[in-house]
Nanobody, 127 residues
Framework: QLQLAESGGGLVQPGGSLKLSCKASGWTLAYHAIGWFRQAPGRDREGLLC?????????TYTESVKGRFTISRDNAGNMVELQMDNLQPEDAAVYYC???????????????????WGRGTQVTVSS
């Protein structure tokens, strides 16, 4: 069974930074487009960013993270990372990574386009 695992969440003050990681066990992330999503209490799951095979195939799904969140691949580590800077209270949510399979092209951000999901990691932004 293909599985993903997120890590790196935690508590951060407004204006702070976190780096989330999405790792796979037993399969290679480099052959799949990977998306990052988040879900705050009472809200729908929101697509943030997606990366295809290379850094020039990044799609941004939500305007609110432009210039603050960066997605990248670490193929040697078999993971995809989400660098989050200038975090604000409205960024607090459970963050998920998800994979497209098969395929290395980022689709539209409907969750059904990403068949494989991690369990999420909590990000809390508070002073």
């Amino acid at each position: 069974q293909l599985q993903l695992a997120e890590s790196g969440g935690g508590l951060v003050q407004p204006g702070g930074s976190l780096k989330l990681s999405c790792k796979a066990s037993g399969w290679t992330l480099a052959y799949h487009a990977i998306g990052w999503f988040r879900q705050a209490p009472g809200r729908d799951r929101e697509g943030l960013l997606c990366i295809g095979r290379s850094d020039d195939s990044i799609r941004t799904y939500t305007e609110s993270v432009k210039g603050r969140f960066t997605i990248s691949r670490d193929n040697a580590g078999n993971m995809v990372e989400l660098q989050m800077d200038n975090l604000q209270p409205e960024d607090a949510a459970v963050y998920y990574c998800a994979a497209v399979t098969p395929g290395t092209r980022c689709p539209t951000p409907e969750t059904e386009n990403f068949p494989i999901w991690g369990r999420g990691t909590q990000v809390t932004v508070s002073s």
